[in-house]
């Protein structure tokens, strides 16, 4: 059964930075797909605007060669292409200065929802939201986009929303984390409050603990001098891996709209417990094969950015009081897989005997490959060999349940692109959510600065250095494989 498309209103949208890596991998490829399924119809503009000197029909051609290389199997199809490309112009524009401004003005119209899209280093939000206010573009009705990094400390953080609060109400500004985008994180909320099931096991008293993986094989390849300025820390855990956290430990929310449920993921990350030195494992990859050393990737020989991070979290609440949150993250592990697993926790009393052997229920949430939920139960093994019981999975992978057609997730930046146009920012940021987040993650990576800590060094296709593993040994836990 395939679902139901409803078009967005009619709407101008610019992409400052259009012509850059994020638009041409990710942006014009999820417009073009969202203009294919019939959601984005009739008299739209999509204006790339950046600094680079060309005019729309070049900027349609740059376009065109990145819906060609990233925008999958519809690309292929030039009726679709020549169609959407015709609504596309550009503007040469900087950011820093006058030239460009009063020709973007110009293209906009009074009677359409706006939406400006900052693709473009953080250090221009400020120049952008003072020129949009300049040039009379940044209305009541008007929203803005901003990508990751949001600041790199609490501080920049604030400097970061201050800037923006000149300009432009909380209400219009969408800050992105495309984890929030994907399909089977949504799911976690629709299993967690729309089935009677979990929620009532949904605490310390049922839930042994929680694991959070985000593995990648890859390593830090040609952005080796950008990752390395920010590390696993500030890349992964302090964005990403934090908003897993907060909608699985959150509260129910009393309904889904964005403040309810961003103040439930606030009260989340204030209630985390400072983390402890021995409670956090900093790692970072070494050569093995072919595969190079991270310290050769970056410029800085003598590099202390850790490429892996294993740390513990504490939620201090009456739910989770005594039920630890395991994170871990890093490049150049075994395999690429990402996966929530709130393991639950020995049934109280086993009936069958110590020949059983010890089971638990665990639900994982994968989130890559294949993403799906699957909830691990205990049932007998068939045959007449007595009362021996074994795991099986109660496997919910969206694509064989739903069918190819309705499995055909849109990506993230699909979903998140048309709820600004919609203007529905459950799925962003709030300011003081990302605020809180730094709060927690900046003593941690001040602790290591001031320590001059190096990380440990782990072997390229390993899981991680050897004290990650230790980490859930000490409390009689240990991590799930990572496997695709
Ligand atoms: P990029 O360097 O490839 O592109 C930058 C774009 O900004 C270009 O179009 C350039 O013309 C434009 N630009 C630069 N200076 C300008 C100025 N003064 N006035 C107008 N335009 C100007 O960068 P990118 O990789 O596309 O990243 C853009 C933003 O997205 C950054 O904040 C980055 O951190 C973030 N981001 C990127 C990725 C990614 O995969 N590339 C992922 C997550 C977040």
Same mark, same amino acid.
């Given at each position: 059964m395939a679902s139901r498309v409803i078009p967005v209103e009619p709407f101008d949208l610019v992409i400052f930075g259009g012509t850059g890596d994020l638009a041409r991998r990710k942006i014009w490829p999820a417009l073009f797909r969202r203009f294919v399924a019939g959601q984005i119809e009739g008299d739209v503009r999509l204006i790339g605007a950046a600094r680079g000197e060309m005019d729309s029909a070049g900027f349609r051609d740059v376009v065109q060669e990145a819906i060609v290389e990233f925008g999958g199997e519809e690309s292929r199809r030039k009726a679709n292409l020549s169609a959407f490309i015709k609504m596309l112009s550009y503007v040469t524009l900087d950011a820093r200065g006058e030239a460009g401004w009063v020709e973007l003005a110009k293209l906009m119209r009074p009677d359409r929802i706006r939406a400006f899209y900052? +693709?473009?280093?953080? +250090?221009l939000f400020g120049d952008l939201a003072k020129r949009l206010h300049k040039h009379g573009m940044a209305d009541d009705t008007s929203r803005i986009v901003v990508e990751k990094p949001f600041g790199r400390d609490l501080e920049s953080a604030r400097d970061l929303n201050r800037v923006l609060a000149r300009h432009f109400d909380e209400s219009q500004i969408y800050r992105i984390d495309h984890y929030l985008g994907k399909e089977t994180v949504q799911n976690l909320m629709a299993i967690r409050f729309g089935n009677v099931l979990f929620e009532p096991l949904w605490n310390s008293q049922y839930v042994d603990h929680i694991q959070i993986t985000v593995a990648? +094989?890859?390593?830090?390849?040609?952005?080796g001098d950008y990752y390395d300025k920010s590390g696993a820390m500030r890349d992964m855990v302090q964005n990403h891996m934090m908003q897993l956290l907060c909608l699985i430990a959150m509260e129910p929310p009393a309904k889904f709209d964005p403040d309810a449920v961003r103040d439930e993921k606030l009260k989340v990350i204030r209630a985390l417990d400072p983390v402890r030195g021995a409670d956090v494992v900093r790692g970072q990859y070494e050569a093995q094969g072919d595969k190079a050393d991270y310290r050769t990737q970056v410029e800085d020989p003598d590099s202390t950015t850790e490429s892996f991070i294993a740390l513990k979290a504490l939620v201090s609440n009456w739910r989770w009081a005594g039920t630890p949150f395991y994170l871990r993250t890093g490049k150049r592990l075994r395999d690429r897989a990402s996966e929530i697993a709130v393991v639950f926790k020995d049934a109280p009393h086993s009936i069958f005997g110590a020949d059983a052997g010890r089971h638990r229920n665990i639900l994982t949430i994968r989130l890559q490959p294949n993403e799906g939920i699957e909830l691990g139960v205990t049932i007998k093994e068939p045959g007449p060999g007595g009362m021996r019981l074994i795991d099986v999975p109660l496997d919910m992978t969206f694509a064989e349940a739903l069918g190819p057609e309705d499995a055909d997730f849109p990506d993230a930046y699909e979903r998140l692109i048309m709820d600004v146009i919609r203007g529905n920012q459950t799925l962003f940021m709030r300011g003081d959510e990302v605020e809180a987040a730094w709060a927690w993650t900046d003593p941690i990576i001040a602790d290591w600065e001031a320590g001059a800590s190096e990380p440990l060094p782990y072997i390229s296709?390993? +899981?991680?250095?050897?004290e990650a593993l230790m980490l859930m040994h000490r409390d009689g836990r240990r991590w799930r494989e990572i496997k695709p």
């Open positions: 900052f +693709s473009v280093a953080p +250090s990648e +094989s890859v390593g830090v390849g040609g952005r296709g390993s +899981s991680g250095p050897d």
